[in-house]
């Protein structure tokens, strides 16, 4: 079946880089994805990997995708106090209608 | 604003009443994707529609149901409620065609006391 593994917290110090580690299951999943949660908002999409590449770079922010132990990380460099959200791992099959699986989301705190 | 419309914003009901959340995809969206968010449980799947039809079905209970109609939105049924269904409801859209992504809306909070 289909499954998504976040560690639920990380805490960094600011100007820090922080890395949020997932875990997925399914095979087929070929769109993998990191949304972020504000507090009181809705979860917007911050990057997403396709599951025929390795990395991504966007600005701060690097995908890493390991599709044969199926780990997938999102590292935020030079970390604000700005990224304290709740950041959600998701997979995605192939097929346009598929649907979304989330993990449980993994709560970054920034110390100062 | 992701375009997708959610109402109403907040809700408070009893145990044991029945109510019904809206959701208003994206313009030319044809999926739609309802999930709940328990501070303890992270975000689950309830269930997906596609162009009016039933796609996918996740951890939803029966004494929940959806459905979309021709104009493409969609609605959430939730009946015989309890205290633990208290939680953020949210809707998401994709366009069906390929597209990447799916996009949020700002939730409903359903408050079940």
């Known amino acids: 079946g289909e499954d998504v593994e976040q560690s639920l917290f990380l805490s960094v110090r600011e100007g820090d880089s922080s890395v949020i580690n997932c875990t997925y299951t399914d095979s087929s999943s070929t769109y993998l994805y990191w949304y972020k949660q504000e507090p009181g908002a809705g979860l917007q999409l911050l990057t997403y990997?396709?599951?025929?590449?390795d990395m991504k770079q966007d600005q701060r922010l690097t995908v890493l995708l390991n599709k044969k132990d199926k780990h997938l990380s999102l590292r935020i460099a030079d970390t604000q106090t700005g990224d304290s959200a709740i950041y959600f791992c998701a997979e995605r099959a192939w097929g346009s209608a598929s649907k979304i699986i989330f993990g449980s989301g993994t709560r970054l705190s920034i110390r100062p | 604003d992701s375009g997708v419309t959610q109402t109403p914003k907040h809700l408070i009901t009893a145990t044991g009443q029945r109510v019904t959340l809206r959701c208003s995809p994206r313009?030319?969206?044809?999926?739609v994707y309802w999930y709940q968010q328990s501070l303890d449980q992270g975000l689950q799947f309830l269930i997906q529609?596609?162009?009016?039809?039933?796609?996918a079905k996740g951890n939803i209970l029966e004494r929940f149901s959806a459905q979309q109609f021709p104009d493409l939105h969609s609605e959430l049924n939730l009946s015989s409620l309890e205290l633990g269904d208290s939680a953020l409801y949210f809707c998401?859209?994709?366009?069906?065609?390929?597209?990447?992504?799916?996009?949020f809306g700002q939730g409903t909070r359903l408050t079940v006391v």
């Open positions: 998401a859209s994709s366009d069906g065609t390929g597209a990447t992504e799916a996009f």
């Open positions: 990997i396709f599951s025929n590449m």
């Open positions: 313009s030319g969206d044809l999926s």
């Open positions: 529609y596609y162009n009016g039809e039933e796609r």
